[in-house]
């Protein structure tokens, strides 16, 4: 099969079909922006002064895995965050999740496995990078409902063991995109479980792992650590862009076993760009630095408490436990959105451009996604509108 071929069936991405939507109306308000995840409270305020200092290295070749100093801030960020002690020929920086999350699965996942075509699981809905990644590599992509019966996180135990026994990689994102749902201690050990008997890596996407109410979403290298699986097992993916309010800088970083980490630097070698070393300086800082992180996410705690109160009168609203999203239900994702921008200016995402349709149904169709991103006043506006518009 050709690339084009592979390509041809996804569907367009989600900001151009959201500009086709709505931009042929005009706002029914003062616009309300509750669509793109780009998180807008303040990034810390030593970054400034660390990217002038370091400005001079923008002229020299920034190493491939990583500087050794940001690499002993990421394994130390590690240490404290989950209690696992991790060395740097684990690491390897990224330009941002998304790279890693799609070159990862260039490196990792192999042309054939058992005499047969390969298997990328990824929850419905997904990150579509995940979609992406799975057809790069000519493997099959196999998407599992992530519903409200599912916990909003796909059950891949469920599958058949014919599909298991093809599966190379199997994606998971917690907290989720876009339900907010965590996945527990034993949702975690389950996993892991399956992919041992069936022989898959976990990709871990955790980069909203630090936007949570109280409690510490727990992590894949956690679990990992809990269960004593092999470290080439798990691959977690995180980024500065949710923690630290800093999605430009494109800083990442993805950890899993020495030989997965070694594979994964030789495809950076040959096709990838290693991050200047101002933003590797920044990144080193930041990795350090809790205090601002406790103020983000009280902030989001603050605008979560916002939200509950004004969907307190509406059955079907469910509150996420971490993350910055909003998954409402609503009748039809595209005629909510529609009537929203038409009616009040407000600006959201119908589910189901985040979502492909199964013999099931579509899992996102019902739904729409709203970011809790703007300034709380703003953002309370927003809501209310939403309520009064969709609810009421």
Sequence with gaps: MTYPERFSNLPAYAWPR????????????????????????????????????????????????GAPELLAAICGWVTRRYSVDITPDRVLV?????????????????????????????????????AIAALSVNAEPVMVPATAESGYLPDYAALDPEI????????????????GAVASREYWAQLIAL??????????????????????????????????????????????SKRSNLPGLRSGFVVSGPKNTKEMRQLRAYAGAPLPMPIQRVSTRVWSDEAHVIENRALYRAKFDAADAIFAGVNSYTSPEAGFFLWLPVEDGESAARKLWKETGVRVLPGAYLS??????????????????????????????IRDCLYT
């Excluded at 298991?164 to 339900?179: E, K």
């Excluded at 894949?220 to 809990?226: I, K, N, P, R």
């Excluded at 349709?357 to 953002?379: C, H, N, Q, T």
Aim: net charge negative; glycine share 8%.
């Design 18 to 65: 959201l500009r086709a939507l709505l931009d042929v109306h005009e706002p029914g308000g003062e616009p309300v922006n509750m669509t793109i995840g780009e998180p807008q409270h303040p990034f810390p305020s030593f970054v400034p002064d660390v990217m002038a200092e370091s400005v001079g290295e923008f002229a020299n070749y920034p190493r491939n895995e």
């Design 94 to 130: 990224l330009n941002g999740t998304r790279e890693g999350l799609y070159n990862a699965a260039m490196a990792l996942c192999p042309e054939v496995k058992n005499g047969k075509q390969p298997v990328v699981l990824l929850p419905n809905p997904f990150y579509q990078v995940y």
């Design 164 to 179: 298991l026994d093809r599966t190379t990689i199997a994606y998971i994102c917690s907290p989720a995109n876009p339900q």
């Design 195 to 240: 992919a041992e008997k069936h022989d898959f890596k976990i990709f871990a996407d955790e980069c909203y792992s630090e936007i949570y109410r109280d409690t510490p979403p727990m992590g894949v290298l956690e679990a990992a650590a809990d269960t004593g699986c092999d470290p080439e097992r798990v691959v977690a993916f995180h980024s500065l």
């Design 356 to 385: 492909r349709p199964d013999p099931s149904g579509d899992p996102g169709e019902g739904y729409i996604r709203v970011a809790l991103v703007a300034p709380i006043e703003e953002m309370q506006r927003g809501l209310t509108q």
